[in-house]
Nanobody
Framework: QVQLVESGGGLVQAGGSLRLSCAAS????????MGWFRQAPGKEREFVAA????????NFADSVKGRFTISRDSAKNTVYLQMNSLKPEDTAVYYC????????????????????WGQGTQVTVSS
């Protein structure tokens, strides 16, 4: 049974930083794509970032470019999201996702591109 477990969320002031982690178990995703999405109250789930676990190719939503970075430790089946210069509009539940897709550079940016999801971790940025 595949499980994705996020950690690292919390409350931070605007301008601060948080680092989210997502550990996968039940199978390896070392050749797949993993990503982060977020969902604010009353809004649809939106893409944040994705990474090719084997090649390291990355993609980011325009709203987080230059502030967020995504990295991976394929040996640990873990992906990270470093969030800097946080803004109140970054407040949301952040979800880790993993795809069955084997890809070096094609990184889905929509929820339907992913097959497994974590439970989510709350990130709250106060002004």
């Amino acid at each position: 049974q595949v499980q994705l477990v996020e950690s690292g969320g919390g409350l931070v002031q605007a301008g601060g930083s948080l680092r989210l982690s997502c550990a996968a178990s039940g199978r390896t995703f070392s050749r797949n794509v993993m990503g982060w999405f977020r969902q604010a109250p009353g809004k649809e789930r939106e893409f944040v970032a994705a990474i090719s676990m084997s090649f390291g190719a990355r993609n980011f939503a325009d709203s987080v470019k230059g502030r967020f970075t995504i990295s991976r430790d394929s040996a640990k089946n873990t992906v990270y999201l470093q969030m800097n210069s946080l803004k109140p509009e970054d407040t949301a539940v952040y979800y880790c996702a993993a795809a069955n897709l084997f890809s070096l550079t094609t990184l889905p940016m929509v929820p339907t591109g992913y097959d497994y999801w974590g439970q989510g971790t709350q990130v709250t940025v106060s002004s």
